[in-house]
């Protein structure tokens, strides 16, 4: 008896480790940052999995030092994940989760760390191009440098444009030349619309405004450029209607789970994501964790994603693969490989 448990266990390391081992179903993760272990505060920083309480401030009291406590402390989280401690362990520990769940990662950030995540795992990340006004006049990233840059074919996706922090909408005529790059060299844009942290102009935006939320700013910018590929990053949350408007009226339009696929109270993701799917827009939400220091967020979006009651097989699947495939264009041979 105890024989054949040996054998029984042996068989079972064998089928679970062999090299030949099938991968999972493959996962696109439109929505990852390779940042320093330090860049959301000293490392290792908590954030809740999600959080319970999004903000609470008695306002004598500095909410920058509140919101860092409240991390520090899991003050408003009953379940939150860890940043690992150092940029090795943090890229190292990302890139291990990702090979886990089979994920191919849309990774933006500083363009040389990007490269750093790049040459660590080539098959995985796909080269992004972080942006804001204030990352352009430092880094002299004009809309004539982009486009050389985006020639070299070294980055596929030009995202996170996060100018909603400056006070920016996408349809500010400030932004004009950018899109009408992207649009030229048919470069898909990840536009940030919805959520930063919570208080973020307490915290560092100054500029930042809550109807800046609104997916609605998007649309002078897609009628002026309607053979853009533009997605709506974090899916406009919490602008439930406007954001089924822009969808409904813009068909062109894509959105991503950034965020709020792990950090918000769970069962107001599952709303807003029932409601975003049972509107008839089930083909054009893709996966994106957002993923800034914490690597365990595309775990538990995935996860998250996978325990959804209200969604069917097929649902799952073209949340986490199918749309962006299409989104992306991917050929049927790098459809394949990613299997
Ligand atoms: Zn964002």
Redesign the pocket.
Known sequence: MFRSTWIWLLLTLITHFSPGQKRPLPVIDM?VHALHANDQGPAPISVGAPFRDLGINDPKDDFRKVFMNALKTNAWSDQFIRSPSTDDSLRQMTISILNQYNVYAITSGEMETVREWKKASPNRIINSIDWTFGLAKRNGLTPDSLERLFKTGEFKVFG?V?IQYEGYTASDSAFEPYLAMAEKLDIPVGI?V?C?PPGAPYIFAENYRARLHSPLHLEEALLRHPKLRVYA??AGWPMLDDMLATLYTHPQLYVDL??ICFMIPTKEFYYYLERLVNAGFGKRIMFGS?NMVWPQAIEVGIQNINKATFLSETQKRDILFNNAARFLRLTQKEIKDMH
Do not use: L, T
């Open positions: 929505h996170e996060s940030h919805g930063g990053m974090h950034g965020a957002d």
